[in-house]
């Protein structure tokens, strides 16, 4: 069963997820991260199409909810960031 991420939601990541085996860091613990598009969380990258199963999910992620809690887009990456600003913009 996949999981699916609610829109304009912020998820807490609490642990470092590695994609492909290899030293490609997708997603830092610690760092909010912006459901922006339905179903899919931005990576480091920008990336939208990684899919989770609900059990992945939950071990890696924790739902904030809209308004982040304490979380400001001054606690996200750089590239983080950039892609809140194109599309909270519209």
Not at 27 to 47: M, N, S
Request: proline share 3%; hydrophobic share 40%; net charge negative.
């Amino acid at each position: 069963m996949w999981y699916t991420p609610i829109r304009k939601h912020y998820y807490l990541c609490v642990k470092t997820v590695v994609m492909n085996g290899r030293d490609n860091v997708a997603y830092v613990r610690g760092v909010a991260y912006p459901c922006i598009h339905g179903g899919c969380i931005l990576d480091e990258k920008g990336t939208l199409d990684h899919y989770w199963s609900q059990e992945s999910f939950l071990s890696h992620f924790v739902d904030l909810g809209e308004s982040a809690g304490n979380w400001t887009v001054c606690d996200m990456t750089p590239t983080m960031q950039r892609m809140m600003q194109l599309d909270f913009a519209v």
